[in-house]
């Protein structure tokens, strides 16, 4: 079988479950180390034409990563496309299973039953209100109905802007810095957030600087994203308790 993946998560997921299956993904296909495939561009901007020559018997896809027109064309062409969409963690699990198994007909992979298991046993810290900027210049933040936001209400993180009508509001930086959040949660991606870009912005916050892949990301980083996640977030809550013991 001959796959071509338009997303990173899932280029991960396929290329650890079935080593070769994979012969074409994106520029941003950057997990597992070392894929050697050809590359089809982005995920915005994929060059459909070098798809439909590599000959896919399927093409992976993600309702919100990638456009439709470039999908419609595709599927014009002759190729299979499955389309997944993902909004939250057991969303994701269902559409990992449909693509691996139902897809791209393997065997379940353990990875797969290792994260449900990981996440089965979290506990969450508690209910920390946070702000959740994944961009800056204009300012965005995570809204409703996230996978993100997802997981991170999961680990006892509130987002402030849960209740947002828009998935991904623009927000200006005035409203950010008083919208009732003591955390602000920067990823490193889609905007690559960093100790000295990003955190200046919010100084009355405490900051959790957070892997992206493991918090965006659903694939086999979901087996080790509640560690990740909750030592980054354990660490910006001892900040928060040791400012307000300050203060106090």
């Known amino acids: 079988m001959r796959v071509v993946s338009l997303v990173p998560s899932l280029t991960e997921a396929v290329a650890v479950s079935a080593p070769g299956l994979l012969v074409g993904a994106t520029d941003w296909c950057s997990h597992p180390a070392g894929l050697d495939v050809v590359r089809i561009g982005g995920t915005k901007n994929p060059d459909t034409a070098a798809v439909i020559r590599l000959r896919p018997d399927l093409v992976i896809a993600n309702e919100e990563e990638n456009r439709a027109p470039d999908l ?55 209910e920390l209100p946070a702000v959740v900027p994944i961009w800056r210049r204009p300012w965005m933040v995570l809204g409703r109905d996230t996978f993100a936001g997802d997981l991170l209400r999961r680990l006892g993180v509130r987002n402030v802007y ?16 008083d919208c009732g959040a003591q955390l602000t949660v920067l990823p490193d991606e889609p905007y690559r957030f960093a100790a000295d870009d990003g955190p200046e912005a919010f100084p009355a916050l405490s900051a959790a600087l957070v892997s992206g892949r493991h918090l965006t990301w659903y694939g086999p980083s979901l087996a080790e994203a509640p560690g990740v996640l909750s030592a980054a977030l354990r660490q910006a809550d001892a900040v928060l308790r040791l400012r307000s013991q300050w203060e106090g």
């Open 72 to 126: 419609a064309v595709l599927r014009a062409a002759g190729i299979e496309v499955l389309e997944t969409e993902v909004r939250d963690l057991e969303q994701a699990f269902r559409e990992l299973e449909r693509v691996l198994v139902g897809g791209c007909g393997l065997t379940r992979p353990r990875w797969l039953d290792e994260a449900q298991e990981a996440w089965s046993a979290v506990r969450p810290m508690g």
């Open 162 to 177: 849960a209740g947002h009508p828009e998935r991904y509001p623009r927000i200006p930086l005035d409203q950010l810095r």
